[in-house]
């Protein structure tokens, strides 16, 4: 009997009719296979996941592979984002056995829970150098019965190892002086200086990497020319808005098509800092189009976000997304705005794309800008303003064709770390860009998550699915949310949503730091009992939950004179500073904490209504303060930073307890914010 029919998670429910005798994750699952005295074959993924797509077709929906699993094991299926704490365990294993990662993960496990065998994706025949899925279900299943001391002294040695694996790496003894300027220099030795990002193929963002950057003088360059590659690549959408997932390629290139939150999220926010550094229009333009795709597409009507959205249409990788010159020509009709669409997007009969699995196909176009629009209006001799307005008419013909074509499906489920990233997007977007629709669907999201996701007692749960919240939350939903509460406050004024995010803050102080580790834990103390407390450090694809932690201990420090929340932050990156040292690319989080430690206390405070400070809100948004406390109110007071302060529109700018005089005037406020650097 499969069981998935009675969950919420889209990914679950995607195996709702496989002949496969699936059990969601839980104690009913594992006492069976006591019961049965079988193996536990967990398998883990999301809804968005093309390979996880793949095996499911090759292996799960096939009767003969789903006898053998049901009669040989006792089969779990995990959404990896509804349960990112049973994820992270045994993507550890994973990683420990095979020295890689990924999704579809395929571990086997004592009835315990131990370990003992792992890895992602495995082909229903042997081919890529892996063992058939059905030849490695049959020498397990005979191990078990005829070797299972064998197994079980590795799952013992491979659980240790993974307990052994959460512990920060070095020793504790201070940070050096030299701290951020020896990790500016550690990830220049990996940058790719000609095409921006680090490393080579595949190729992800690293946003938190270029957050960490773009604060840096000495690092800047590396973050604004990643940014510019990425935005003119084809892991952008040049039509509808949006990043994908990552790169296959060192160029940007060919995408890996799914879409999620996380990435929309965390860029938008990482463009509007890039906008404000560099004062260049081209992140402002990316920004919003990334903006404009997060609310048409990944906006509930409830106003929660959802998760992802699939990199597969209709079984075929990046089918929507993708062109030949033909389809162009179909929409444009045949004239000069098809040939310049043509040559600024770089569509040729050849193609840049081929689906591996559906080769009938045939070579296709991921739409990417090769030539600078600037550079290519020179070459035409072409005005400049009329080039952009021939191409952005194109543009939105092309789309509106491609909106026609079957869609990729979306992963519905709302995750509360996740929308806490894009409630900062927004709200920052309505601070630095001054328009008051993106603080609206910030607060919308702010005012669904207290209704729909908060409990009484002051925490969150993990994810929310037609009408039902469920998974308690994790150190990661209530850390990211309230850093999204902050930006809220920061844009929008209203102090309740700073109160709420320090509500959030005791929640993590109280449920996740281990005092005697000097770090936070991903999960609560009265969480489900796993092999081990996971501590996450590194960022992968989100901001890790120390860093989050950190950061959120700092801005509490700051507008609240919380003394210890600034220290837990700095013992947190000291206890990493080796490892941030050995590893700088994956650990930007930490790195901003270390950044915002060593920054001065700044504090910019305007006080009056919003019609008496929208002047000074707009010198404001000029300049990237990312470790500044700013505080907008009506009045002097909530706040340390306020008290006792008058208003009417008044500017009040201090660093540490030294303060410029009290300003009203926007261009007086713009020279004092200006030497600060």
Known sequence: MNRLAQETSPYLLQHADNPVDWWAWSPEAFEEARRRDVPVL???????????????????????????????????????????????????????????????????????????????????????????????????????????????????????????????????????????????????????????????????????????????????????????????????????????????????????????????????????????????????????????????????????????????????????????PDEIREVLGDGPDTDLVLRVYGVTEEGNFLDPHRPEYGKRNVLHVPTPPEALARDLGEDMPALLERLDTARMHLFEARQRRPQPGTDTKVLTSWNGLALAAFADAGRILGEAHYLDVARRNADFVWERMRLPDGTLRHTYKDGVARVEGLLEDHALYALGLVALYQAGGDLQHLEWARELWEVVRRDFWDEEAGLFRSTGGNAEALLTRQAEAFDAAVLSDNAAAALLGLWMGRYYGDEEAEQLAHRTVQTYASDMLAAPHGMGGLWQAAAFLEAPHVEVALIGTPTERAGLERVLARFPLPFAALAPAEQGEGLPVLKGRPGDGTAYVCIGHACDLPTRDPEVLAGQLGRLG
């Open 42 to 324: 967990l398998s883990i993924g999301y809804s968005t996941c093309h390979w996880c797509h793949v095996m499911a077709h090759e292996s799960f929906e096939d009767e003969a592979t789903a006898a053998q699993m049901n009669r040989d094991f006792v089969n779990i299926k995990v959404d990896r984002e509804e349960r990112p704490d049973v994820d992270r365990v045994y993507m550890t294993a994973t990683q420990l056995m095979t020295g890689q990662g990924g999704w579809p993960m395929t571990v086997f496990l004592t009835p315990s829970g131990e370990p003992f065998y792992a890895g992602t994706y495995f082909p229903p025949e042997d081919r890529y150098g892996m063992p058939g899925f059905r030849r490695l279900l049959a020498t397990v299943a005979r191990a078990w019965q005829e070797d299972r001391d064998k197994l079980l002294g590795n799952a013992e040695a491979l659980t240790g190892h993974i307990r052994e694996a959460s512990r920060p790496h070095g020793t504790a003894e201070g940070v050096p002086a030299d701290f951020l300027p020896r990790a500016v220099e550690n990830l220049r030795r990996v940058y790719d200086a000609d095409r921006g990002g680090f490393g080579g193929a595949p190729k992800f963002p690293g946003t938190t990497t270029l957050d960490f950057l773009l604060t840096r003088q000495d690092g800047r360059d590396m973050a604004l020319h990643t940014l510019r590659r990425m935005g003119a690549g084809g892991i952008y959408d040049q039509l509808g808005g949006g990043f994908h997932r990552y790169s296959v390629d060192a160029q940007w290139l060919v995408p890996h098509f799914e879409k999620m939150l996380y990435d929309n999220a965390q860029l938008t926010r990482t463009l509007l800092r890039a906008a404000q550094y560099a004062g260049d229009q081209t992140f402002t333009r990316l920004a919003r189009e990334t903006l404009a795709y997060l609310e048409r597409e990944m906006l509930a009507p409830e106003g929660g976000f959802f998760s992802a959205q699939d990199a597969d249409t209709q079984g075929v990788e990046g089918l929507t997304f993708t062109w030949t």
